[in-house]
């Protein structure tokens, strides 16, 4: 087993028996990171979880993945994705959202296995990926790689999150269900905290930073052909 599986199986393992330790929720049509960072930084601050994992679905949404240490019904988790939308995204189209467990879904025995990530989508000959919370601005509305992403860097990536844990998870609920949360800003509202800036570094420009993401030989291949792709100057006769 790779060390990619291995994380995959700690965090995200198949649904049984009706329950579920993996939950996605994903915004797409045109893909929004800005909107969907609302729920990213909402579930770590206003909720006290761990930070989910971000993800570029390969063809048209960024995703936030959250793994639970133990298992919870279907409908639980189905009813708290609800409430983050409700809560974080109250402006945005039902149909832009993506989630996992599905809720269209009749008998819980056709749950079983999330869309998997890393993939080659088979629609685009895109891939989706796991990425860090630096890079889906850089991103834009195009949410995937052209090559395949390196798997040391996936695992890398997962090896850093934390499952929620009973109690967190039960605690995120009763604030979710009571007033202790304080009102929220509608998706389409201005940010009013930045991602978190790389330990130590100082905020860059964009081009600083697609020049750091190229020249960076530790980073997944495929990210450092899209900052240099970024980086070429546009064809003569284009504004």
Request: overall charge negative; glycine content about 4%.
């Amino acid at each position: 087993m790779s060390r990619l599986d291995t994380e995959q199986q700690r965090l995200y393992s198949d649904a049984t028996d009706g329950h579920t330790r993996t939950l996605m929720l994903g915004l797409a049509r045109p893909a929004d990171w800005a909107a969907l960072r609302a729920v990213w930084q909402g579930v770590q601050a206003d909720l006290e979880l761990p930070a989910p994992a971000i993800a570029v679905s390969g063809t048209d949404s960024y995703q936030l993945w959250f793994s639970l240490a133990q298992p919870v019904p279907l409908e639980q988790a189905r009813r708290f994705l609800e409430q983050l939308r409700q809560r974080y995204l109250p402006d945005v189209a039902p149909a832009r959202i993506q989630r996992w467990p599905p809720v269209d879904v009749a008998s819980p025995e056709q749950v079983r296995r999330a869309p998997a990530v890393p993939a080659r989508q088979e629609a685009t000959g895109n891939w989706s990926a796991f990425v860090s919370p630096d890079l889906p601005a850089v991103f834009g509305e195009d949410p995937w790689l052209d090559m395949a992403p390196g798997l040391d860097a996936q695992a890398e990536l997962l090896s850093r999150l934390k499952c929620i844990q009973p109690d967190e998870w039960a605690h995120a609920l009763r604030r979710m269900n009571t007033a202790e949360i304080p009102p929220t800003q509608p998706a389409h509202a201005p940010a009013q905290t930045k991602p978190p800036e790389p330990p130590g570094n100082a905020p860059m420009e964009p081009r600083q930073f697609l020049m750091s993401v190229m020249n960076d030989a530790s980073a997944p291949l495929a990210l450092r052909v899209e900052a240099a792709k970024a980086l070429l100057p546009p064809p003569r006769g284009t504004s």
